[in-house]
């Protein structure tokens, strides 16, 4: 295994139930055991939580690593413009250093606050949503409201566990909505960190469940809350150094040197949580490429492209606005984006719209 693959798979025995996971269970029961301490605590008002004063529509996964979170934010944030309302978007900004509660606005840099910010304001400029980052998602949302008062709901990206932002879950008769993003991996073998993948128990009560490219609908999840299964969606893959330059993804043989084997001639890179995702979209579509995982949130300050002979070079959007702005990569003529997105059941958005009314 290489040093790439080593950083981007999850353990195997995350998958299964086998001797080096149950060897490990102790742990996670300790693990199991100080985290319910801290939610009790955070119940009992000993560790101050704050609501927002607004509706929250939370949207986490309860397995470590990248599940499709960024993408149905953005479906949502533009759901819930459309539908006449003013969203919002609060992120911790992870991997980025910054400390303060700040606006991310598309000249923002990903080492200050983020490449997942950086990537939705990006996607969302046309619609003045605003986005903004802190470590603590409350600290996010009021220098937000401070900022931006007509702003009427707030989609957290990500923050299922951070139970500093009190909330008032739809289930319970609240107006607040957590989501939980599910990808065919599933639970795996359903142990906590570090014997298994998940960052707390599966049995919580949610309000939705997502299901992205799962072979199979597995019904109701999480204690029956309704359960849907999202569609991903490619667009055209445009060049990085022109972006008004696109093709089909289809077409993408337009590209290669002719008479060459298309495996030989294009290799497909993700600094994702779960690489494997993107390169199974590329699979489904036909496509024969050399894979290279990268870790997650990448900075690509060292470039893994350089020695590369393939002809095109096919990089997530998430990783395109840290190239974007990096000499090694703008000028280079070979890397192209493919951009993915979701689609939101409308049974789902009627729900939704008639949970954020409520007083």
């Not at 080096?20 to 801290?38: D, T, Y």
């Not at 990006?122 to 900022?147: E, K, M, T």
């Not at 060049?239 to 001639?265: H, V, Y």
């Not at 190239?323 to 789902?348: A, G, H, S």
Request: aromatic share 8%.
């Amino acid at each position: 295994m290489s040093a790439n693959q080593s950083l981007t798979q999850a353990p195997q025995y995350w998958e299964k139930k086998g001797l080096k996971a149950l060897a490990i269970w102790p742990l996670s029961k300790v693990f199991g055991i100080a985290s319910s301490i801290r939610r009790f605590l955070y119940d009992l008002g000993i560790i101050k939580s704050s609501a927002l004063p607004v509706p929250v529509v939370i949207v986490g996964n309860i397995r470590v690593g990248g599940t499709g979170k960024t993408p149905t934010v953005l479906a949502l944030a533009k759901t819930l413009h459309a539908k006449g309302f003013r969203p919002g978007i609060i992120s911790r900004g992870y991997k980025g250093s910054n400390q303060e509660a700040t606006e991310v606005t598309t000249s923002s840099l990903p080492s200050i606050v983020g490449d997942e910010p950086c990537y939705m304001a990006r996607q969302l400029q046309h619609l003045n949503i605003p986005i903004f980052v802190h470590p603590n998602r409350v600290s996010a949302g009021q220098q937000l409201l401070q900022q931006y008062p007509h702003v009427n709901v707030i989609i957290s990206d990500d923050g299922l566990q951070h139970y500093k932002l009190r909330r008032w879950p739809a289930r319970e008769g609240g107006h607040d909505i957590e989501l939980v993003i599910r990808d065919a991996r599933g639970e795996g073998n359903q142990f906590l960190l570090p014997a298994g993948p998940l960052r707390e128990s599966a049995s919580r009560p949610r309000d939705f469940t997502f299901n992205l490219g799962l072979t199979e609908s597995t019904g109701p999840y999480f204690q029956d809350a309704p359960s849907f299964d999202l569609e991903i969606k490619i667009g055209n893959i445009y060049q990085l150094k022109e972006p008004s330059r696109q093709i089909s993804l289809t077409a993408i043989s337009d590209l290669f040197d002719s008479g060459a084997p298309s495996k030989q001639q294009l290799l497909a890179a993700a600094g994702l949580g779960n690489p494997k995702k993107f390169f199974q979209l590329l699979k489904d579509a036909g496509l024969e490429f050399n894979e290279l995982p990268l870790p997650d949130h990448f900075d690509f300050l060292s470039n893994p492209f350089g020695d590369r002979t393939e002809k095109v070079i096919l990089i997530t959007e998430k990783d395109a606005v840290k190239c974007m702005q990096l000499n090694d990569y703008k000028d280079d003529e070979r890397i192209w984006v493919l951009p993915v997105t979701v689609d939101l059941p409308n049974d789902f958005v009627d729900q939704m719209v008639d949970i954020l009314k409520r007083p």
